[in-house]
């Protein structure tokens, strides 16, 4: 899953600080030695907290999200699940 954002204040569309929180189970698989590795880790929940523009500091209402497979218009809060 992706989701782009686009800087209303100066139209950004590549540079962006994304402060999110994930919940996400995964496969915890540990060799006998305790070495692990982590496989098929699924995303249960991913809410974006803020979305700040790199270029001019632009964040809520400047930086829009762009998810036309989803829904093209999304409000200033960023917190929905994507
Ligand atoms: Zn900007």
Redo the contacts with the bound molecule.
């Keep these: 899953m992706s989701t782009r954002y686009r800087?209303?204040?100066?139209?950004?569309l590549t540079r962006f600080d994304v402060v999110a929180t994930r919940r996400t189970r995964s496969f915890h698989h540990y060799t006998v030695g305790g070495e692990l590795t982590i496989d098929d880790e699924e995303l249960l929940i991913a809410t974006v907290e803020s979305v700040t523009?790199?270029?001019?500091?632009?964040a809520g209402s400047?930086?829009a999200e762009d998810a036309p497979a989803v829904n093209s218009a999304v409000p200033e809060s960023a917190g929905e699940p994507a």
Excluded at 53 to 58: A, D
């Design positions: 800087c209303n204040g100066c139209g950004n523009c790199r270029w001019c500091g632009g400047e930086v």
